[in-house]
C-alpha cells in the first residue's frame, strides 16, 4: 500500500512558499474540526457523488486501472464562503466492506467520521500545488469569482481493514481569512 502511494507531483512537505497556508496544509489533525472551531456558520455542500474512473494519479492507490471508484466532491464553507474543496474517493470494492458508510454520508463531514474511528490508519500527509493543467483545479475554482494561478493541496491516505480512501483537501483562497 504505502508503495502505491509514491507520486512524484505529490511531495512530503510543502513546496515553498506555501506562506499563510502552510499552517492550514501540514497540521495533521481533523481539517473540519479546526474550520468549525473558527467559523460559526460551517456547512457542507456535496457537488459531486457517484461512480466513477479515477484520476490518473489516484488510479494506483485505489482502484485497478480503468476501474470505477466512488468519487465524493465537497465544498466546505465557513458563512457564504467556500473555504476548502474536497475529493475523497474509494475503490468499488470497498464500498461493500470497509468503506460502506461512504456512500451515505450526505452533508455530514467525512473527517469527523474519519478521526472518530480509531480502526482507520492514516499515512503522512503529500503535497502538491494545482494549477490550470490538474485535473481538479477547475473543479475547485467553481465557486470563485476571481480564478488564482494555483492551488495549494493536501492529499492523504487513509485505510481500514486494509480497503484505502484517498482524501484530497485543495485550500482555497477563503481559508486565509480564517487564520
Known sequence: MKRAYRDTRWHRAPPPPAGDCRQWLTDRGSLTCRIQSRCKAFRVKVVRQGLERANRDEQRVVTARRGLALVR?????????PVVFAHSIAGRSSLRGAWRRL??????????ALFADPRVKRYPLRFARLNRRHELYARACRP???????????RSLFV???????????FLPGILKLA
Open 144 to 154: 470563485l469569482r476571481k480564478l488564482p494561478a494555483c492551488l495549494w493541496a493536501r
Open 160 to 170: 481500514l481493514r486494509g480497503a484505502p480512501l484517498l482524501v484530497t483537501e485543495v
Open 103 to 112: 456512500g451515505s454520508l450526505g452533508a455530514q463531514p467525512l473527517g469527523e
Open 73 to 81: 466532491e465537497v465544498f466546505l464553507y465557513c458563512g457564504r464562503t
